[in-house]
């Protein structure tokens, strides 16, 4: 270690002019591609992508009035439902994240969703309870195993300069999700629909057949990607140059429309000498399994060191404060839109008299076991509502991809931080429907950006080699503030309303505070 090697020091300024590392390569190349046809095909994968995920946590919040009797749920069993799929994400996410640097964007993306196509299936077959929180447990880890390899593999078919706009665009499909999935519960769970088989042993009702539907979602999300290739940038990590280079030219010759031979980068790497990859170990991994996963343990060990280790801890904290508050009020807003528009007796009443009423009244009836179980369906207003959020989360999706380029991402996240204390204060004061509609789409809207940004500075701070497992670790972390989160706001609004609105402006003022500590990174 004490040797000097005169030979580099004296070649190093003009080595850093004419050796381009391997990973620079190929964005050069995919700058080279364009964008065109293949990112469309990309982008449309992603969204049914997406749009399965969405399923997954907002198909329970919309069946929990009309199938607590079917199911005999209580509040507390309504709320284990409600946060099961996160528990699943929880216990998959670390791994998951590890297995995909080590083998592979797509295998785990094709796992993760055909395994979730027939959890829902199998979800929409219940007859109990138990069936059906099974089936929402292995839900949640199959798309906690699918999650990161979404995001990891469509970063990494888009070079530096519009990554950042394509990731946004793509995170604009969860809004749509939130759109589809109400209008979906619309049509079908207002519908008066039961089906017998089997002289009673099987009952499906319309609960039952609105997850069939939704899992058509996720087999569409299977089909569609089984015809996109592997990351080029993977192949990269495991020396596989000839499998990169084929997918490089692929996505020319179906962005351009132009022969192979007009491709500037049809020979790379061919020669195969010795490339400055600064993202693979300095041993070449081996092709066995045991190989593959010494090489991916020596590729994660940087991660935990100064300064990664630093970054890694920050996100974690603010992925768990901001999925916290997003899916507190995504996940929430069906049953408190349901609330409001049972007693809701003037059009300006204090959005807390009326929970603060519910909480009451509540209590009353679980002291008496006499009374019969009637389940309490939400008018079209709750499914109206509910599409307003998703459509208003559109809205700041396309200011920030424009806004990004220009503030920054770090900017930008301090901006939703400190909009977000505001709205959700505002919450607890909102007098009249509208204004509780209003502001219920802003803060989802604002945490949702905060979600993503978190999401895409997770991409730039961290390699190829380690990107899924960061991604992975940050949205564990994530998925823990969602897990508990929606076990602590029905807890906390039986104290009183003003406790769990208060409690969330409180942590978004934290992590807002927290986020000024990002480095601004350049590329």
Known sequence: MSEINLQALAGKDSDEHKAPTAMQEVNLALKECGFGLFHFQLLCTSFFGCVSGIVVTNSAPYILPIAECDLNMNLLAKGVLNAIPFFGMILISLLAGFLTDTFGRKYFVLLGFGGLFVFTLISGTSQNYIVLITAKFFEGMLFGTSFSSLIALTAEFCHNDIRDRIMILQSSFTSIAQVITALLS????????????????????NWNFYLFVMSLWPLLATILYCFLPESPKYYITQQRYDEAREVLIKIYTKNTGKSVDEFQYKDLWKDKKTYAIDETPENSPNKNFAGMLTASLHNVKPMFQKPRGLYLLLFCVMSFFTLLLYNVIRLWFPQLSTIVEHYSRTDSQDLCVMLDSYTHDLALISTNVTEVCVPVVGGAAT???????????????????????????????????????????????ASSKVIMVALFASDMAIAQMMVNLNQ????EFFPTTMRSLAIGMVMMWGRIGSLVGNVLFPILLDMGCVVPFYTLAGTMVGITFLSFVIPVKKN
């Open 456 to 459: 895409y500075l997770v991409v």
């Open 383 to 429: 499914y109206i509502n509910s599409m307003i959020l998703g459509s208003a989360c559109l809205g700041p999706v396309i200011i920030s991809s424009v806004l990004v380029v220009r503030v920054g991402k770090k900017n930008l996240y301090i901006a939703c931080g400190l909009i977000s204390v505001g709205v959700t204060l505002g919450l607890r004061w």
């Open 186 to 205: 619309w049509g079908i769970l207002t519908q008066d629909w039961s089906v017998s088989y089997f002289n009673g042993a099987i009952v499906l009702h």
